[in-house]
T-cell receptor, first 113, second 113 residues
Framework: QQQVKQSPQSLIVQKGGISIINCAYE??????FPWYQQFPGKGPALLIA?????SEKKEGRFTISFNKSAKQFSLHIMDSQPGDSATYFC????????????FGSGTQLTVLP | DGGITQSPKYLFRKEGQNVTLSCEQN?????MYWYRQDPGQGLRLIYY???????QKGDIAEGYSVSREKKESFPLTVTSAQKNPTAFYLC????????????FGDGTRLSIL
């Protein structure tokens, strides 16, 4: 079964700190790894995504680190802000015209003021 | 504004009743998806469609049905055969090229009366 395992389930960080969320996958055919941010009562919104041909991608305060040999990838949120408090999902998909995403179980991030 | 509209936002189902959740997109996307979200389990794929008049089962299709008569519409029916329908249902759409992100609506919360 294709799985993406996400940890931790919940995370509390002080304002200005670094938030780190980790994901591991099993299917070596996965070739697209997005991260989504979801606020209560809203749908997930794409935050940042990476392909396995690069080891790191940065967009503003958000960075994905990717380790192909370990089949792991992580999201780093630098200078975490209370407005970053949300649920974060990692996901993965493999080739095909309809990108069937396999989601992790989510991490609820709380950034304390 | 381009986007995905899901309606209603809240829906209640009586025992033995079928209910239909609406999903409309004006992004001109070919692919559309339905996910179910339960606490602590991430998003699970119910059905997806790559083109009008064609759709495929996802991981948890039992007790659900869909249609795709128009490019912009992908309604989901939760049938009486779905014994545990209480969940947050999310519709998404995407272009069908490689690396095209999925865009989500704001969901419908279904509860049992």
């Amino acid at each position: 079964q294709q799985q993406v395992k996400q940890s931790p389930q919940s995370l509390i960080v002080q304002k200005g700190g670094i938030s780190i969320i980790n994901c591991a996958y099993e299917n070596t055919a996965f070739d697209y790894f997005p991260w989504y941010q979801q606020f209560p009562g809203k749908g997930p919104a794409l935050l940042i995504a990476i392909r396995p041909d690069v080891s790191e991608k940065k967009e503003g305060r958000f960075t994905i680190s990717f380790n192909k040999s370990a089949k792991q990838f992580s999201l780093h949120i630098m200078d975490s802000q209370p407005g970053d408090s949300a649920t974060y999902f990692c996901a993965a998909s493999s080739g095909g015209s309809a990108r069937q995403l396999t989601f992790g179980s989510g991490t609820q991030l709380t950034v304390l003021p | 504004d381009g986007g995905i509209t899901q309606s209603p936002k809240y829906l209640f189902r009586k025992e033995g009743q079928n209910v239909t959740l609406s999903c409309e997109q004006n992004l001109n996307h070919d692919a559309m998806y339905w996910y179910r979200q339960d606490p602590g389990q991430g998003l699970r794929l119910i059905y997806y469609s790559q083109i009008v008049n064609d759709f495929q089962k996802g991981d948890i299709a039992e007790g659900y049905s869909v249609s795709r008569e128009k490019k912009e519409s992908f309604p989901l029916t939760v049938t009486s055969a779905q014994k545990n329908p209480t969940a947050f249902y999310l519709c998404a759409s995407s272009s069908t090229g490689q690396g095209q992100p999925q865009h989500f609506g704001d969901g419908t919360r279904l509860s049992i009366l």
